[in-house]
């Protein structure tokens, strides 16, 4: 089925540790997205990448990488996670068609 | 900067009510208007949408109208059904530097009881 694919669906880090939530569309669209969803904040965006090969910060980018691998992947990683990190992960594509999230909790 | 403006609630309404979810807006161009649902433990999906002023969107019971002298995209279904319990995001979007900037609410959590 058509749509966009986001894997691990549950992680738990302890703080420091690093890791890389995937995301896959298979629309053929150009652009994808990662943001992040936090209680009484709604989704806030993270990086975006508006083509193959291009990645650019959104409104919270600190302390997270990505890398757009192909026209179809595009993945977020956390280098050194931290508590505050602690947040509902989502990626999106061109017409804003969400994965079903990543739950994050860093102890 | 654009922001949009709704109301967290929760909302909490009983089986077949009227239900409002207010949503403001404000931009510097001219935006699309989105709402989005979001149930337990999934993604976003889109609801409904209108890319211009005195459009109505409308989806499942839902709609909505770009009131753009009031800059507002007030939410409505007129008999709410248990299933409707869930997260509803408004959300604007204008091309950005070459990529859909898309600034959304908080997000209005609706609960529906029998």
């Known amino acids: 089925n058509a749509g966009v694919t986001q894997t691990p669906k549950f992680q738990v880090l302890k703080t420091g540790q690093s890791m890389t939530l995937q995301c896959a569309q298979d629309m053929n669209h150009n652009s994808m997205y990662w943001y992040r969803q936090d209680p009484g904040m709604g989704l806030r965006l993270i990086y975006y990448?508006?083509?193959?090969?291009?990645?650019d910060k959104g409104e919270v980018p600190n302390g997270y990488n990505v890398s757009r691998l192909n026209k179809r992947e595009f993945s977020l990683r956390l280098e050194s996670a931290a508590p505050s990190q602690t947040s509902v992960y989502f990626c999106?594509?061109?017409?804003?068609?969400f994965g079903s999230g990543t739950r994050l909790t860093v102890v | 900067g654009d922001s949009v403006t709704q109301m967290e609630g929760p909302v909490t309404l009983s089986e077949e009510a009227f239900l409002t979810i207010n949503c403001t807006y404000t931009a510097t161009g001219y935006p699309s208007l989105f709402w989005y649902v979001q149930y337990p433990g999934e993604g976003l999906q889109l609801l409904l949408k209108a890319t211009k002023a005195d459009d109505k969107g409308s989806n499942k019971g839902f709609e909505a109208t770009y009131r753009k002298e009031t800059t507002s995209f007030h939410l409505e279904k007129g008999s709410v059904q248990v299933s409707d319990s869930a997260v509803y995001f408004c959300?604007?979007?204008?091309?950005?530097?070459?990529?859909?900037?898309?600034?959304f609410g908080i997000g209005t959590k609706l609960q529906v009881i029998p």
């Open positions: 999106a594509s061109s017409s804003h068609t």
């Open positions: 990448s508006a083509s193959e090969g291009t990645t």
């Open positions: 959300a604007l979007r204008e091309n950005s530097g070459g990529y859909q900037k898309v600034t």
